[in-house]
Antibody, heavy 118, light 113 residues
Framework: QITLKESGPTLVKPTQTLTLTCTFSGFSLSTSGVGVGWIRQPPGKALEWLALIYWDEDKRYSPSLKSRLTITKDTSKNQVVLRMTNMDPVDTATYFC??????????WGQGTMVTVSS | DIVMTQSPDSLAVSLGERATINCKSRQSVLYSSNNKNFLAWYQQKPGQPPKLLIYWASTRESGVPDRFSGSGSGTDFTLTISSLQAEDVAVYYCQQYYITPYTFGQGTRLEIK
């Protein structure tokens, strides 16, 4: 059974860097074809894809946020980390991580709400 | 980026009736080498993460009731709920995973009439 869980701060100040960790089980991020992605959702709004890391270290980013994002993986710890710099109140959202294979994002974490406020 | 546009934005359907949600991509998401459409449908209920319903445009995820079906190819896709149940009240999203940046539609809110 695949599970994922996001963790990180619930409140960050403007200009700070956000670091979120996705801890997963039930699969290995060294298995061919597997990826873990990050998606966010501002309150009451639609889903926005942020970044994706594949088993082979291939990394993809949203072009509009690329300069602020870094995604990394630690296969031994079964974790994927997303860093987002220069946080702004518009970045207030629920942040999800999700497992990806050929079936798109088939399993999602419960999400973690991040508020950006001074 | 491939822009995904859903219609309608909201929909009210009577219990037991058919619900249809459309999704249009600005460019084709059909991968010619395997003839698969890289299009997924998700259901999201309040306070929950999205749940994968359909992938490859028409393949139902394991455990998803057969009243949910997906159709279409290329740039035009449809999610159909054949007989609406109370538990189907949710927001539905389409998503293309043909190429990054992956993109989602704006969502369609489905309610009971």
């Amino acid at each position: 059974q695949i599970t994922l869980k996001e963790s990180g701060p619930t409140l960050v100040k403007p200009t700070q860097t956000l670091t979120l960790t996705c801890t997963f089980s039930g699969f290995s991020l060294s298995t061919s074809g597997v990826g873990v992605g990050w998606i966010r959702q501002p309150p009451g709004k639609a889903l926005e894809w942020l970044a994706l890391i594949y088993w082979d270290e291939d990394k993809r980013y949203s072009p509009s946020l690329k300069s602020r994002l870094t995604i990394t993986k630690d296969t031994s710890k079964n974790q994927v980390v997303l860093r987002m710099t220069n946080m702004d109140p518009v970045d207030t959202a629920t942040y999800f991580c999700a497992h990806e294979d050929h079936r798109a994002f088939d399993v999602w974490g419960q999400g973690t709400m991040v508020t950006v406020s001074s | 980026d491939i822009v995904m546009t859903q219609s309608p934005d909201s929909l009210a359907v009577s219990l037991g009736e058919r619900a249809t949600i459309n999704c249009k991509s600005r460019q084709s998401v059909l991968y010619s080498s395997n003839n698969k459409n890289f299009l997924a449908w998700y259901q999201q209920k309040p306070g929950q993460p999205p749940k994968l319903l359909i992938y490859w445009a028409s393949t139902r995820e394991s455990g998803v009731p057969d009243r949910f079906s997906g159709s279409g190819s290329g740039t035009d896709f449809t999610l159909t709920i054949s007989s609406l149940q109370a538990e189907d009240v949710a927001v539905y999203y389409c998503q293309q995973y043909y190429i990054t940046p992956y993109t989602f539609g704006q969502g369609t809110r489905l309610e009971i009439k």
